[in-house]
């Protein structure tokens, strides 16, 4: 299902380490027309903790004042909404989603940290939990590579791809697909990847797109392939239904994958005619 029209890119800001998903989050909602909404998830716990409620209530808002700032400074045409709810962020932001096009979250240094990332990490709640795409972000910036999609011929894979020639058509980049097969497994289809590239293609004429199968672990071929790219995505599960909300592929790439990922799940936003 297709997201609304008026559908608005949400970012959640947890402290000031989350800054640097703002710039990029305004750069895909400008290109996609879509309205920013920054939100921020009051903690009251700590904020009772605190020697001053105060303290804790300017913060947040100079939080969602510096974000706005920087909102409008990569994009001054952009619309620009913000707000500050009381409540967890984790269930905040999966019930705001639902109506979203796109969430946009920081990864909370987990790329440079892989061997301390917690399972409840938000980052990877929201991944897997949310009814849109989710963009997790990076504290660096990503070189002007490709965009990356991983396809293993599922049809949440599938949309994958769609997402992934839309972003690139919009962000004027080349699209690498990429397919992977494991070792011991029979490639029963080698034309597979291209014959759902070339159906994609024709609906975005101006993308320039490669495909490449590779043999290997999915996961370690895909996180290997994104350190050149500007982008990766890949499906909430791919063909792993029995692994739950996330699979493996999918956890690889937001754990350990330098680049910006954004894992397709719930609603799609893609427009009918992929303009």
Same mark, same amino acid.
């Given at each position: 299902?297709?997201?609304?029209?008026?559908?608005?890119?949400?970012?959640?800001?947890?402290?000031?380490?989350?800054?640097?998903?703002?710039?990029?989050?305004?750069?895909?909602?400008?290109?996609?027309?879509?309205?920013?909404?920054?939100?921020?998830?009051?903690?009251?716990?700590?904020?009772?903790?605190?020697?001053?409620?105060?303290?804790?209530?300017?913060?947040?808002?100079?939080?969602?004042?510096?974000?706005?700032?920087?909102?409008?400074?990569?994009?001054?045409?952009?619309?620009?909404?913000?707000?500050?709810?009381?409540?967890?962020?984790?269930?905040?932001?999966?019930?705001?989603?639902?109506?979203?096009?796109?969430?946009?979250?920081?990864?909370?240094?987990?790329?440079?940290?892989?061997?301390?990332?917690?399972?409840?990490?938000?980052?990877?709640?929201?991944?897997?939990?949310?009814?849109?795409?989710?963009?997790?972000?990076?504290?660096?910036?990503?070189?002007?590579? !490709?965009?990356? &999609?991983? @396809?293993?011929? =599922?049809? #949440? +894979?599938?949309? %994958? $791809?769609?997402? *992934?020639?839309?972003?690139?058509?919009?962000?004027?980049?080349?699209?690498?697909?990429?397919?992977?097969?494991?070792?011991?497994?029979?490639?029963?289809?080698?034309?597979?990847?291209?014959?759902?590239?070339?159906?994609?293609?024709?609906?975005?004429?101006?993308?320039?797109?490669?495909?490449?199968?590779?043999?290997?672990? !999915?996961?370690? &071929?895909? @996180?290997?392939? =994104?350190? #050149? +790219?500007?982008? %990766? $995505?890949?499906? *909430?599960?791919?063909?792993?239904?029995?692994?739950?909300?996330?699979?493996?592929?999918?956890?690889?790439?937001?754990?350990?994958?330098?680049?910006?990922?954004?894992?397709?799940?719930?609603?799609?936003?893609?427009?009918?005619?992929?303009?």
């Amino acid at each position: 299902m297709a997201a609304a029209t008026d559908a608005a890119v949400l970012v959640g800001l947890g402290s000031e380490r989350n800054l640097p998903v703002v710039r990029l989050a305004a750069q895909e909602a400008a290109a996609h027309g879509r309205p920013l909404c920054l939100l921020h998830a009051f903690n009251w716990t700590a904020a009772l903790e605190a020697p001053s409620i105060a303290g804790p209530r300017a913060e947040a808002e100079e939080l969602i004042s510096r974000a706005t700032e920087i909102a409008n400074e990569v994009e001054p045409s952009l619309p620009v909404s913000a707000e500050i709810i009381e409540g967890a962020p984790v269930p905040t932001l999966v019930r705001r989603s639902e109506s979203a096009f796109l969430l946009a979250i920081g990864d909370a240094g987990m790329a440079t940290c892989a061997d301390c990332v917690p399972a409840d990490a938000a980052a990877v709640q929201l991944a897997a939990r949310a009814g849109c795409p989710v963009l997790v972000a990076r504290r660096e910036p990503p070189p002007q590579g !490709p965009v990356l &999609v991983g @396809v293993d011929g =599922s049809d #949440s +894979s599938r949309g %994958a $791809l769609e997402w *992934a020639f839309d972003c690139a058509a919009r962000r004027e980049a080349r699209l690498l697909a990429v397919r992977v097969v494991e070792p011991e497994e029979a490639t029963e289809d080698p034309d597979l990847l291209v014959g759902l590239v070339a159906r994609c293609a024709d609906r975005f004429p101006s993308v320039a797109a490669e495909c490449h199968t590779i043999r290997g672990d !999915p996961g370690t &071929v895909l @996180v290997e392939q =994104s350190r #050149s +790219s500007q982008v %990766a $995505l890949v499906a *909430a599960r791919g063909d792993e239904p029995w692994r739950g909300m996330l699979g493996a592929v999918s956890q690889a790439l937001l754990y350990h994958s330098p680049a910006p990922v954004i894992v397709v799940r719930g609603r799609t936003g893609m427009p009918a005619d992929g303009a």
